[in-house]
């Protein structure tokens, strides 16, 4: 077996994830990335988008992130997230409510560019939780 690393998935409310893991996938703001036990350190920013992982036995696992920072050192990575939550917690219904709220703001012309950039922040935090909750087998 590939030797573990420790991730730690953070938000202001809860400890979403802390595990020992074989690999981590996460999605920087420069691209997805990969760390794996002895990566060199780094720090990135994070969008919006999927974590997965596979844990110690090797089975994969997904989690929502709202984007926030990741801190990779040789043994563990540690993320920051805005909100984060498991596949199987993900309210899929409350997702795509908010992907609609969040369309009809966008299709409001008189809508100012703070209130843009929010419903568009808003929609893509609707649509990755809504592909990480229709993944199947993760
Ligand atoms: P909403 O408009 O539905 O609140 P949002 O994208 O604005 O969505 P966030 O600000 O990212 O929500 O998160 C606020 C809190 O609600 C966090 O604790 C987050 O984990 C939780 N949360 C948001 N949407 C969902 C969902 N669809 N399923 C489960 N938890 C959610």
């Known amino acids: 077996m590939a030797e573990s690393i420790k ?18 996938m996460a999605p920087g703001t420069l691209g997805e990335f990969g760390v794996l036990s002895g990566h060199t350190p780094f720090l990135t920013s ?24 990741s ?27 908010a992907l609609e709220r969040a369309e009809e703001r966008l299709a409001q012309e008189k809508a ?8 568009k922040a808003a929609l893509y935090r609707a649509i990755e939780r809504i592909k990480v909750a229709e993944t199947r087998g993760l």
Do not use: C, H, N, W
């Open 112 to 119: 100012d560019k703070i209130s843009f950039e929010r419903a």
């Open 7 to 24: 991730l730690e998935v953070v938000t202001p409310a809860k400890y979403v994830v802390s595990e020992d893991v074989q690999i981590v």
């Open 71 to 97: 801190e990779a050192l040789p043994d563990r990575v540690t993320i920051l997230a805005e909100s984060a939550e498991r596949r199987r917690d993900i309210d899929i219904d409350r997702a795509r409510a």
């Open 46 to 69: 994070l969008k919006p988008g999927r974590i997965v992982y596979k844990d110690a036995s090797g089975k994969e696992k997904m989690i929502f992130v709202s984007g926030g920072f």
